[in-house]
Structure formats: structure tokens, C-alpha cells
């Protein structure tokens, strides 16, 4: 059995899908963003002036990308493993000798790509309006692609226990988004009266936004030690949860 | 050589439902076998078990000599499955369906390109190879999941009811596309409600009933247990009623039509020297049941009267 050949398999036929559908995946977040960086950057920002020695426009930015990458991985890695099952067609793998981990590794490779891909289009949206230094590049790739990684993983758990169309959006609308916004996208955490500053330092999102932001700009509110350290932790936890349930056929046998 | 070995099979669900109740059967190597059941007997999930959909209590299959668990990869390699219901991507061409299952089974680009065609082509699909696949007939559908689980060259093909629901030019067509792959030597597993189909294309047989096999042996001996055959008559003149004949159930239909049971120690030819006798006129005679359909109602009525 060549795993390789069945992982590049995997791997094309969902880069395949939401390449087919670009005006649903690609599109909306380009447009989103640029009104954003319109809204919040042009009209708005220049009415707030300047946080932590970076213009309000170059501050948001990176924010707004990562956001964007974050519900994009998501919602792939969701919606596609969610409609294979819908659809039966889980099956085709199911029967197959394909490792649960290249079928882990393909969903999760199709939305760290979508993930990037939507990533670098918002950034060069992004590119008409704000000023990117790219501070410390290594730093913004490796978020970049351990943020897709995390939520991709996220998505694939959230898939497995889908019961119907319901049960996916459920999280993307009533925490991640909610999350999204409250982790330091517009702000900086230190605007924050006490009890909010405390609170916000539980949010996961807030530490790879400004992890990401230190990359782009060299500006940041944490330890950026500790978003890597944290980003890694919560990939292999999600990665052995979701090879449990793979090897167990939660979802997806019975 | 065994293509397919079950032993002591068993699957309660987690609601309680035991399907499976301990089965064992062996398929042997080239063989076209019928695997048949009234709804619900467990036919389904034995399938699933083999082709690792459905996770078994307990028990052990072997394919080709690999068992299942142990040499799970070997052992799916030998399997190509075709499902009741339609499974593939409704968004897809048709090549590419066939051509990416080919991928999973770790098979080179160049190779799988080749497999490709050469099922599109035997299954009379290759003019509809870019078509996607939710403009297709019910019947190309079917086709289609032939030619994707025989993409990756199966020594065991398992088709669970694979002409269901499809017309009977269709399903022709398709008898003669299995027997041609029986014939290239795959070994064929066939579940199906047609009990023709069964007796027309498999020569071994077992049947399953509340999780239980309760019938495993030859076609041609289970046919052969069988000791009286209906037939309907068409008769040239009307009747009122109907005749009595010695050695012959008669049954007055309608005054055209008679329902008449032959043992076979009487035979056809005492039948009609009878009616001849009676200047009763035959237009035209027919089968009133397929010869499988009624040993299968009467081993499963057996068994129903056994589990009461």
C-alpha cells in the first residue's frame, strides 16, 4: 500500500472541491475584509490615532487576516468531512486501505491549505490600505500555518460528533466568532479596564493574533512564547483525539 | 483456496438489536454467491463487517487467507465493494469518481489512469466519463460504483443489491457484465431481492434470517429439494370451475385462468394428458412463482416457526 500516493489522492480532491467553488470560498473573505480595512481602517481608525506605536489601520490587519484563516480552515475541514459522511461517501475511504492518520493528514492538508490560500489573498487586500513591515516572517508563517493546523483540527472533531447541517455551524457562529472578535482584533488588550484585561488573557485567539501581529508588524500584548507553546499543545491534543475517534468509528461507523 | 471465511460473526448494535447471532460461511475462491434474506436478517451488516463499515462484536473474517483485523490493509485489498445506495461525490465526473478511488488504493497515476479507463470502458461508461455525476441515469449511477469498486482489480467483488431499482434491459445487461467479471475469475458475492438474478447468475447460496444462516449449500441442490412447481394456465375455453384431477392442486382464478401445483413425481406430460381427457384447452403456460423465490419463503417461513 502506498500511503503517499493515497494522502496526494486526499489531498488534491480537496484542494479540488473548494477550488470548484472559489466564488463561495475565495471571494467572501476578499470582500469582507476589504470592507473592514474600509469601515474600521479608513473611516473609523483615523479617528483613534495610533495603539502601541502602530497606526490603527497597520494594527487591525493582522488580526483581520488571521481571523479570516481561522474560520476559513475551520469551515472547510467541517463542511467537507461533515458532507462526505452526509453524502456516504466517507465510504469510499472507509473501505480502502487507507491509514486513519493519511485520512486525518488529507482533511486537515485541504483545510490548512484553504486556510493559506484565504489568508494570502485578505493579505494583499490588505496591502491597499495598510503598510505590512513583515517585522519577523518566520514568525507570521509559523502561526500562519499552526493557527490553519488548530482550526482545521477543530473542525475535523466537530464533523465527527454532526449529527446534521445544524450541528456545524453551531460552533463557528456561537464561539469562534465570538472569540474571534473578543481576542484583541481591533484593540489592543491593554485598552481593557481590569476584570475584561484578566478575562481576555483566557482566550485562546488573542494569543495567536497577537503572536501574528508581533510577525507582521513587531507588535504584540503577550508572550508570543506562549501562544507557540499553547498552538502546539492544542495540536496534539485535537491530533490524538481525533485518531481516537477515527480508530474508533465515532460518526462515521454503525 | 477460500475467498472469504466468517467465523462465529457476531454484532449487537448499541441499542441492543443483536443482527448478527454467531454466523460462519465460507466462499470459496471464483465462486458467485448469494447471499439472501428478507429485510432486516442481517445481510447488510455481515457486508459491512467485510468491507470494515460496520465494527463486529465479535468473531473473525478472513479474505484470501488475511484476516481482517490483523492484516486489515492485505485483506481490504482483495475487497471491492458496490453498495446499495448511490455513495460517490453527486459533484464529481464520472472519471474522476473512478480514477480517485484508484488513489486510495495506492495505485501509481499512470496505472490508475489506465485501470480507469479500462472499467469506464467495460462498464460501457467511457462517453460519459467527463459528465458529472448527478446528471447520470439510475442505471449509469450503478455503473459507476461497479466500475469504481473493480478500479483497484478485486479478487472479491461484493455487490449488495446492485441492480435495485434499475429497469429489466438494465438489469440484463448488467447480469451479463458480472458474469463476464465472475468469469475473469473474481470471486462475486451478490445480495439481491430478485431471486431470479440469484438463481440465474450464482451457483452457491446461503440464506439468512433473524442473524442466523439457516440455508448454506449448492444452488442446484437447494433447487433440487424442491418437489412441486406452480404454474398458470391459460385456458382456450372458460371454465366455472375447477377441474379435479387425481395427483393435482387446482386453483380457479377466473374462468380463463387456472393456478395448478405439478409434483414432480406427476410431470407436465400427466398434466396435460388429464386435461386433454377433460377437453380442457391450453393456450399458454407460466411459471406462477420463481423456483428459488419459493424455497426461499418456505426456509424462511420454517424458520420464523422455529424462533417462535
Redesign the interface.
Known sequence: ???T??F???LF?EV??FM?IWPQTLLPPAITTALYFLIFGKLIGDRIGVINGASYMDYIVPGVILMSVISHSYSNVVSSFYSTKF???I?????????NWIILLGYIGGGVIRGVVVGLVVTAISMLFATLTFQHLGIAIAVLLLTATLFSLAGFINAVFADSFDDISIIPNFILTPLSYLGGVFYSVAMLPGIWQTLSMGNPILYLINAFRFGLIGVTDVDIRIAFAMTIGFIIVLTLFSLYCLHK?IGI?? | MKALSIKNLKKKYANGFEALKGIDLDVAAGDFFALLGPNGAGKSTTIGIISSLVTASSGSVSIFGYDLDAQRAQAKNCIGLVPQEINFSQFETVHNIVFTQAGYYGIPRKQALINTERCLKQMQLWDKKDTVSRRLSGGMKRRVMIARALVHQPRLLILDEPTAGVDIEIRRSMWDLMREVNRQGTTIILTTHYLEEAESLCRNIAIINNGEIVENSNMAQLLSRLHTDHFILDLAQPLAQAPVMNGFDIEWVNENTLNVAVPKTEGLNKLFAELSLQNINVISLKNKSNRLEQLFMDVVDANKGIAK
Open positions: 500500500m502506498n500511503n500516493i493515497a496526494k489522492t486526499l480532491k479540488r472541491r470548484r453524502q456516504h461517501h465510504e469510499e475511504l472507509l473501505v480502502a486501505p487507507v491509514p468509528g461507523k454503525n
